[in-house]
């Protein structure tokens, strides 16, 4: 069974930092493709940043040369370093995998992350 959980989403004042992280079972995130979107009030899902199973990583415009996406192997769990960060960062943080082969798109519960100004 496919499992998604994030965590440590929390409050934080403008300019800190925070990692959130994305615990899987279920499948190997060493080879799969996990993706960590976000989703402010009033706002579309957008996806942050990625990793792959190579370990490449890609990141929207907004984030480049603050966050930074890695993943632990052995504990089987992707995490976003976020650094510097600004209110517009405020959202609900998503993990997510596609690439599973089974057509299905998998989604954790989200944890929210607040950027006080």
């Known amino acids: 069974q496919v499992q998604l959980v994030e965590s440590g989403g929390d409050l934080v004042q403008a300019g800190g930092s925070l990692r959130v992280s994305c615990a899987a079972s279920?499948?190997?995130?060493?080879?799969?493709?996990v993706g960590w979107y976000r989703q402010a009030p009033g706002k579309q899902r957008e996806l942050v940043a990625s990793?792959?199973?190579?370990?490449?990583?890609t990141y929207t415009d907004s984030v480049k040369g603050r966050f930074t996406i890695s993943r632990d192997n052995a504990k089987n769990t992707v995490y976003l370093h976020m650094n510097s960060l600004k209110s517009e960062d405020t959202a609900v943080y998503y993990c997510?995998?596609?690439?599973?082969?089974?057509?299905?798109?998998?989604w954790g519960q989200g944890t929210q992350v607040t950027v006080s100004s």
């Open positions: 997510n995998v596609n690439t599973l082969g089974d057509g299905n798109d998998y």
């Open positions: 279920g499948f190997s995130v060493r080879i799969n493709v």
């Open positions: 990793i792959g199973a190579g370990g490449s990583t």
